[in-house]
């Protein structure tokens, strides 16, 4: 499992969710997901699974909501399985 770090200045995140995006199929993936969704207010980390087609990602719900986390991921393309 790899993991990465995103620094936003904060240590605040609680909260820790698995979504799953059959559109997930490479590293230029991972990369763009992890980019983006690291890019949002509260995202502390994120890993993505590409085997597994699998993000796990630990926010801060107080900064962002998971609505906004598949808003962002929708719009580079990743839609997720409900
Ligand atoms: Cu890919």
Redesign the pocket.
């Known amino acids: 499992m790899m993991e990465r770090t995103q620094s936003n200045g904060m240590n605040t995140a609680s909260t820790s969710v698995t979504l799953v995006s059959p ?8 990369r ?1 997901i992890e980019s983006a969704l690291g890019a949002l207010p509260g995202v502390a980390q994120v890993s993505v699974d ?1 085997a597994n087609k699998s993000i796990q990602l630990f926010y801060d719900p107080a900064q962002v909501s998971l609505e906004q986390i598949e808003k962002q991921l929708d719009e580079i393309g990743y839609s997720i399985v409900h």
Not at 23 to 30: F, G, R, V
């Open positions: 559109d997930i199929s490479c590293e230029h993936c991972q763009a590409i």
